[in-house]
């Protein structure tokens, strides 16, 4: 029989058919965050339901947790510290292994999942956060729940899900220098729009997906939660197992090797067919900056805010015009120079090593504009402790930016942490919503070297002129 790399793993998983539509799904594994977690697992002890499967449930502290250096369970956020306290007792009272605050382990759930080897190609995953999607770059499927059906999830190891449809992106060709993996998620956004992949598990593939690199993979998957897609997968190579080998949680001895066995059968069969199927050429996309308030709101660098008629198939008028009044933009006018308040390197997205390593590249050597304010937040303590070795820490306080602790922090304000209002801030994370990082605050999404380049030119830059 042939399928998809999601057929597989799902009829690995299948323990009963619903209905024509929905399936009985075994949970391999379950994380939770200290925004959610504790609700879950309270709730489940009110029951009086026991965790299923207490090895595969895990716990860390992202969302809420103060960033700044020196931190305690103290938060920006006035109810932050009850989220730490009670995930952390209930997370100890069910048994369940937790990165907490102070473990060098501890870090953004969708980061430390992959570092950890908790994440293996072929494995179920769930969490209650909508960026689960993150992980299918390890050729796992995975994807974000309730807080309800985590609480199902851990007190069964199973969840009642409606099978999605497929889609295949191949990706061919070459990324032209300079073009990232955000650059290529938020191009596909600005074709597809943010329901182009409602209803569907979206695979990635093709040569230019190939030849990333598994955080850039990361990244391209991260971002499919903002086209509504149930999640995102690409198929498991020699880079996926090279990355997970030796890994705390991946298999180890004899066990690796079966592993590997198994995992190399975990691909799309050449005559899968798929639901949607799309081809998109890699050098036709360019370095990209949202100009609105939605991630498919997205235009090359160097290209001015599009007029209503260019996006008609994909804005709503008063989308459209909410936006244009939103940013204090006009249609036809450059984004490249536009002025900047802030600059933000961080989130589920791109705040791993080689985000880091790329925009430091940018900023060795340069200050941050006057004015601007600058941070840069570790996905996670591990990140931080590696970069920090490589003295990439010091290249970032040099240029003037500031420093910090592993967290979501300024990906959200409903964590505490946020900019000024109406301050316009660059940012390397996945969301531009009204007053995503504080109230009435005006967010361009790009990849860290535009983030990087613009604090340095106090407004919106293309970081192809400072390589």
């Not at 103290?74 to 009850?82: K, L, R, S, V």
């Not at 598990?201 to 991260?222: K, P, S």
């Not at 498919?296 to 198939?313: I, M």
Request: with cysteine; aromatic share 6%.
């Amino acid at each position: 029989m042939t399928g998809t790399i999601f057929e597989k793993i799902w009829d690995m998983h299948r323990i009963a058919t619903i209905d024509e539509t929905t399936d009985l799904v075994l949970i391999d594994r379950v994380l939770l965050h200290e925004r959610t977690g504790g609700v879950a697992l309270e709730s489940l002890a009110a029951a009086g339901r026991p965790v299923r499967a207490p090895n595969q449930a895990f716990v860390t502290m992202d969302h809420v947790v103060d960033t700044r250096p020196g931190r305690t369970d103290a938060t920006i956020m006035p109810t932050g510290t009850a989220f730490i306290t009670a995930t952390r007792d209930a997370a100890i009272a069910a048994g369940l292994t937790l990165f907490d605050l102070g473990d060098p382990d501890q870090g953004i759930v969708h980061v430390i999942s992959p570092e950890q080897a908790i994440v293996l190609p072929g494995v179920t995953l769930v969490c209650p956060d909508s960026h689960t999607c993150t992980q299918g770059a390890m050729g796992a499927l995975a994807w974000g729940i309730g807080s309800t059906a985590a609480e199902h999830a851990l007190a069964t190891s199973t969840l009642r899900v409606k099978r999605p449809k497929t889609m295949r992106i191949r990706i061919d060709g070459q990324l032209v220098q300079g073009v990232t993996a955000k650059d290529l998620a938020l191009h596909l956004l600005s074709l597809f729009g943010s329901s182009g992949g409602s209803g569907y598990i979206v695979e990635y593939a093709g040569t230019a997906v190939e030849a990333l690199d598994l955080e850039a993979r990361m990244t391209l998957c991260n971002m499919a939660t903002e086209f509504a897609a149930f999640s995102a997968i690409i198929a498991p190579d020699d880079k996926v197992f090279d990355y997970l080998k030796g890994r705390a949680y991946a298999p180890k001895g004899a066990d690796w090797d079966v592993a590997i066995a198994s995992w190399r059968l975990l691909r799309s069969d050449a005559d899968a067919a798929f639901d949607a199927e799309y081809a998109i050429d890699a050098s036709d996309i360019a370095p990209m900056v949202t100009w609105g308030i939605s991630p498919q709101q997205a235009v090359a660098l160097g290209k001015p805010v599009p007029g209503f008629e260019s996006v008609a198939s994909r804005d709503q008028r008063d989308l459209y015009d909410r936006a244009l009044t939103y940013m204090d933009i006009e249609a036809g006018m450059p984004l490249i120079g536009l002025p900047i308040d802030a600059a933000f390197i961080g989130s589920c997205t791109n705040s791993r090593l080689s985000d880091l390593r790329r925009a430091a590249a940018i900023l060795t050597g340069r200050k941050v504009a006057a004015g601007v304010n600058a941070i840069c937040v570790p996905g996670s303590t591990g990140v931080r402790l590696r970069a920090e070795a490589e003295g990439l820490h010091r290249i970032f306080l040099d240029a003037g930016f500031e420093w910090r602790e592993s967290g979501c922090s300024m990906c959200f304000f409903a964590g505490g942490e946020s900019f000024g209002h109406r301050q316009r801030v660059i940012s390397s994370t996945n969301r531009n919503f009204e007053s995503r990082q504080g109230p009435g605050t005006r967010s361009h999404l790009a990849s860290p070297e535009t983030v990087a380049a613009s604090a340095i030119a106090g407004a919106i830059a293309d970081p192809r002129e400072l390589a």
